[in-house]
């Protein structure tokens, strides 16, 4: 059995892991501190899937300072 997904905190956002992730079209969450600026464009994130009665996701693409 392969990798299904890979879950990493934010010590691990770089662009080396995320290029290779994204060319083997791996699903990934990358936790992140949920700064004041990064809170507010989570905020503007219009549409969301429902995952069940209390849970739902929704997605945002962000370039991050450095």
């Known amino acids: 059995m392969g990798v299904r997904g890979v879950r990493a905190d934010a010590a691990f956002c770089e662009e080396g892991l995320l ?20 809170k507010a464009e989570a905020a503007r994130i219009e549409a969301w899937r429902k995952l069940e009665p209390d849970y ?5 693409r962000l370039k991050l300072w450095g």
């Open 19 to 38: 290029s290779f992730l994204e060319e083997r079209e791996l699903p990934y969450v990358i936790v992140a501190r949920l700064a004041r600026w990064l």
């Open 56 to 60: 739902a996701v929704g997605e945002f």
